[in-house]
């Protein structure tokens, strides 16, 4: 009879309310802005650099602190989009020349690249951290 009384309550009790006992899958997506992108941050361009094919020495840009809203960090990518540039990321003072790499909030991204060697041509370095890009140029003078 216990048995009986124990099952009776206990059918009563779950059926009461609006629990979902098996909810549906849900997906949570981020606000924008939050874990996917960084504070947006720009490189200024560069449009006095001298032309020197013979010694290529590179230009960097200046210093950016990423911030952002993700404890994690992001990506960060960079491609060359003019030939020969040599590009690459440096992270809190230290230089990556390929791959992918990780920067976390607070730490420093600079860019550095070689400067087209033709007088008036542009040098781009392309870098994405997380879902924000941007770019890095440089404009030889003669």
């Not at 094919?53 to 960079?78: C, H, K, L, M, Y």
């Not at 924000?132 to 003669?142: A, D, M, S």
Request: charged share 15%.
């Amino acid at each position: 009879m216990r048995w009986l009384y124990l099952s009776a309550t206990f059918l009563m009790f779950t059926g009461c309310g609006d629990v979902e006992w098996f909810p549906e899958n849900t997906t949570v997506t981020a606000p924008a802005g939050s874990a996917a992108a960084p504070t947006a941050f720009t490189f200024p361009d560069k449009t006095a650099v001298e032309a020197d094919a013979d010694r290529r020495i590179p230009s960097e840009s200046d210093i950016v602190t990423v911030q952002g809203n993700n404890p994690a960090g992001w990506t960060v990518s960079f491609a060359d989009t003019t030939p020969d540039a040599e590009s690459a990321v440096i992270i809190n003072g230290v230089t990556f020349i390929e791959g992918t790499q990780r920067i976390l909030p607070n730490q420093t991204l600079q860019i550095r690249h070689v400067p087209s060697p033709v007088v008036g041509a542009s040098s781009i370095t392309t870098v994405t951290v997380g879902t924000h890009t941007t770019q890095f140029r440089t404009v030889t003078v003669p």
